[in-house]
């Protein structure tokens, strides 16, 4: 039978709205706390500062305590939830950082995270030694917070393929696809404001939504809905209710 | 009595890191900065033992024994006189380690790039943020620090505080860093020795620099494979190497330097009248020779009982040794 990881890990970088498309992670990781394993939910704010200035140096505060409400407001555990500045200044974390560094070939690591990097992305902008170290914290963190499991976008994927051989021992991934956005293929906090959909809406929002993308209602019909219930029909009211009550716990 | 701007209220700091065994090509810079205090200059050494373990994949185990061995070498038995500060223990405040997450998210990986030494295009990860702490730890280790010693090839990494400036005209409002972006501390670049056989000491190997730790079978050996041209300074790209070793491995060590040359004792007190002496071909390179063993071997004895017991345990000390076929 398949073991249940012990630590789960799911990191978010709070650079714009909390939106729609971590409702399948949020969703995955009350299955996995069901299960009975630890949860991590991870804040990355100096991950949208190092990366770009996403977030620029002096909103991270404010973009950390939006997020760390949305998430205690949808029936998030407190216990969950912790800030990567909570450990990033300590003198074990940037050793261990250091140490970890050294195995990482800084072009490698830049090309692993193209899909995610502003840099990558925005022919403007330049490419920073943040993009760089970014990158390996986000692989270092797995290490630091003695995870056997992580949880990523697709997005991010290669970012752990990249890192996660590099690690000992062994930590198991979850990589979920893209949430479609509103008008565009895919829903990015970044995004303008008419791609996306708040992961607090009400039903009535989310059946709106729907309306509006085709693409969106069918991705969280046929995929998060089947992933959170463990099938496509076992939710007996609809499928806007569905996702409200799975977004925040309830049965 | 100190007056306010006298050289009594400057500060000089040296960096290493402590990696591998030492060698005599650390003494130029050994030399260089028993001088400093007598120029009046507070010197800190700076043991960068998280450098150490960035750039070379120690573990900080390795680490903790190292950068005791350097501490102890280059105050005690070199008798620089300086604070030494470890890298880790300022390095890891969260003061520090916030001010570089800001620095990285700005700096161009280009600009620190190209700090890197040429050849060696493919840095990693680690060697990233080497450069740039090297150039943040002026900010932080002193309330300010007047003069860098280093060597040619740090050049490139301390270009990069032209680049931190340039962060300057566009975070002007950020509270962090006090006084970083105005750090101008003045540069005295000293060259390494070299090895035995006259080349640059990157090219060199244990086989081919002297350590400290070299038994006197392995000195000897050493001293007579090295590059020792006839009243010359150099040959080609080689520099005499014996004049060298004799410049800053004997004579700052010793008040009065004794040669033995066709049968007579020559006597010095400044390297320059023996250096007379060896181009006008009063001095015999096999002469040399001969007593640069001897002061040398005088030395290491004196070295290598000064260490500690258990400085020196993570030394395999038979690596060391020449081989018989080299």
Same mark, same amino acid.
């Given at each position: 039978?398949?073991?249940?990881?012990?630590?789960?890990?799911?990191?978010?970088?709070?650079?714009?709205?909390?939106?729609?498309?971590?409702?399948?992670?949020?969703?995955?990781?009350?299955?996995?706390?069901?299960?009975?394993?630890?949860?991590?939910l991870?804040?990355?704010?100096?991950?949208?500062?190092?990366?770009?200035?996403?977030?620029?140096?002096s909103?991270?505060?404010?973009?950390?305590?939006?997020?760390?409400?949305?998430?205690?407001?949808?029936?998030?555990?407190?216990?969950?939830?912790?800030?990567?500045?909570?450990?990033?200044?300590?003198p074990?974390?940037?050793?261990?950082?250091?140490e970890?560094?050294?195995?990482?070939?800084?072009?490698?690591?830049?090309?692993s995270?193209?899909?995610?990097?502003?840099?990558?992305?925005?022919?403007?902008?330049?490419?920073t030694?943040?993009?760089?170290?970014?990158?390996?914290?986000?692989?270092?963190?797995v290490?630091?917070?003695?995870?056997?499991?992580?949880?990523?976008?697709?997005?991010?994927?290669?970012?752990?393929?990249?890192?996660?051989?590099k690690?000992?021992?062994?930590?198991?991934?979850?990589?979920?696809?893209?949430?479609?956005?509103?008008?565009g293929?895919?829903?990015?906090?970044?995004?303008?404001?008419?791609?996306?959909?708040p992961?607090?809406?009400?039903?009535?929002?989310?059946?709106?939504?729907?309306g509006?993308?085709?693409?969106?209602?069918?991705?969280?019909c046929?995929?998060?809905?089947?992933?959170?219930?463990?099938?496509?029909?076992?939710?007996?009211?609809?499928?806007?209710?569905?996702?409200?009550?799975?977004?925040?716990?309830?049965? | 009595?100190?007056?306010?701007?006298?050289?009594?209220d400057?500060?000089?700091?040296?960096?290493?890191?402590?990696?591998?065994?030492?060698?005599?090509?650390?003494?130029?810079?050994?030399?260089?900065?028993?001088a400093?205090?007598?120029?009046?200059?507070?010197?800190?050494?700076?043991m960068?033992?998280?450098?150490?373990?960035?750039?070379?994949?120690?573990?900080?185990?390795?680490?903790n024994?190292?950068?005791?061995?350097?501490?102890?070498?280059?105050?005690?038995?070199?008798?620089?006189?300086?604070?030494?500060?470890?890298?880790?223990?300022?390095?890891?405040?969260?003061?520090?380690?916030?001010?570089?997450?800001?620095?990285?998210?700005q700096?161009?990986?280009?600009?620190?790039?190209?700090?890197?030494?040429?050849?060696?295009e493919?840095?990693?990860?680690?060697?990233?943020?080497?450069?740039?702490?090297q150039?943040?730890d002026?900010?932080?280790?002193?309330?300010?620090?007047?003069?860098?010693i280093?060597?040619?090839?740090?050049?490139?990494?301390?270009?990069? +505080?032209?680049?931190?400036? %340039?962060?300057?005209?566009?975070?002007?409002? *950020?509270?962090?860093?006090? /006084? !970083?972006?105005?750090?101008?501390?003045?540069?005295?670049y000293?060259?390494?020795?070299?090895?035995?056989?006259?080349?640059?000491?990157?090219?060199?190997?244990?086989?081919?620099?002297?350590?400290?730790?070299?038994?006197?079978?392995?000195l000897?050996r050493?001293?007579s494979?090295?590059?020792?041209?006839?009243?010359q300074?150099?040959?080609g790209?080689?520099?005499?190497?014996?004049?060298?070793?004799?410049?800053n491995?004997?004579?700052?060590?010793?008040?009065?330097?004794?040669?033995?040359?066709?049968?007579?004792?020559?006597?010095?007190?400044?390297?320059?009248?023996?250096e007379?002496?060896?181009?006008?071909?009063?001095?015999?390179?096999?002469?040399?020779?001969e007593? +640069?063993?001897?002061?040398? %071997?005088?030395?290491?004895?004196?070295?290598? *009982?000064g260490?500690?017991? /258990? !400085?020196?345990?993570?030394?395999?000390?038979?690596?060391?040794?020449?081989?018989?076929?080299?």
């Amino acid at each position: 039978m398949r073991r249940w990881p012990k630590r789960v890990l799911w990191g978010v970088a709070p650079t714009g709205p909390v939106h729609f498309g971590y409702a399948p992670h949020l969703g995955l990781l009350r299955i996995f706390a069901s299960h009975g394993s630890e949860i991590i939910l991870l804040i990355a704010n100096y991950h949208g500062f190092l990366d770009s200035n996403k977030t620029q140096l002096s909103e991270i505060s404010k973009k950390t305590q939006i997020y760390k409400q949305t998430f205690i407001d949808l029936g998030v555990p407190k216990r969950w939830l912790i800030e990567t500045n909570e450990f990033y200044f300590t003198p074990t974390y940037f050793r261990g950082l250091m140490e970890h560094t050294a195995n990482l070939s800084a072009e490698e690591v830049y090309i692993s995270a193209k899909t995610t990097l502003r840099s990558a992305a925005a022919s403007n902008i330049n490419k920073t030694v943040g993009d760089i170290i970014y990158v390996a914290t986000q692989i270092y963190d797995v290490k630091y917070l003695d995870v056997d499991c992580v949880m990523s976008g697709l997005d991010e994927a290669d970012i752990y393929r990249y890192g996660l051989p590099k690690l000992s021992p062994a930590t198991d991934y979850v990589y979920l696809p893209p949430t479609p956005g509103l008008l565009g293929p895919e829903m990015h906090s970044c995004d303008k404001a008419d791609n996306i959909l708040p992961l607090r809406a009400a039903p009535t929002q989310i059946a709106s939504a729907f309306g509006k993308s085709d693409t969106f209602r069918q991705y969280h019909c046929n995929f998060t809905l089947p992933l959170l219930n463990g099938t496509s029909s076992a939710f007996s009211v609809s499928a806007e209710i569905a996702l409200f009550k799975l977004i925040r716990g309830q049965k | 009595m100190q007056t306010p701007g006298s050289k009594s209220d400057l500060t000089s700091m040296w960096g290493v890191a402590p990696i591998a065994p030492i060698h005599l090509g650390y003494d130029s810079l050994a030399v260089h900065q028993r001088a400093l205090s007598g120029r009046g200059y507070k010197h800190i050494l700076l043991m960068a033992d998280i450098h150490a373990m960035m750039s070379n994949g120690l573990t900080w185990k390795d680490i903790n024994s190292r950068r005791m061995y350097y501490e102890y070498y280059f105050t005690q038995i070199c008798g620089i006189q300086s604070d030494c500060i470890y890298g880790s223990s300022f390095q890891t405040r969260p003061g520090y380690t916030e001010d570089l997450y800001f620095l990285l998210s700005q700096l161009p990986f280009e600009a620190v790039r190209d700090s890197k030494q040429a050849g060696d295009e493919k840095p990693t990860s680690a060697w990233v943020v080497y450069a740039i702490m090297q150039c943040l730890d002026i900010a932080h280790i002193a309330p300010k620090v007047d003069l860098i010693i280093a060597e040619p090839g740090q050049k490139r990494i301390y270009r990069l +505080l032209d680049a931190m400036k %340039e962060i300057k005209t566009i975070q002007a409002n *950020r509270p962090l860093i006090p /006084g !970083i972006f105005d750090i101008s501390p003045s540069f005295e670049y000293v060259d390494y020795c070299h090895d035995i056989f006259g080349r640059p000491l990157s090219e060199s190997t244990s086989n081919s620099r002297i350590s400290v730790h070299d038994s006197p079978i392995t000195l000897r050996r050493k001293i007579s494979k090295m590059n020792a041209p006839e009243k010359q300074k150099k040959t080609g790209e080689r520099i005499n190497a014996l004049l060298e070793h004799y410049k800053n491995s004997v004579f700052p060590w010793n008040p009065l330097v004794k040669v033995l040359a066709a049968g007579k004792d020559h006597d010095y007190t400044k390297y320059e009248d023996f250096e007379l002496d060896y181009l006008s071909g009063a001095i015999h390179p096999n002469d040399a020779r001969e007593s +640069l063993f001897n002061y040398l %071997e005088s030395r290491l004895r004196e070295i290598q *009982r000064g260490f500690e017991k /258990g !400085i020196t345990n993570w030394i395999d000390l038979t690596r060391l040794q020449l081989p018989s076929d080299y």
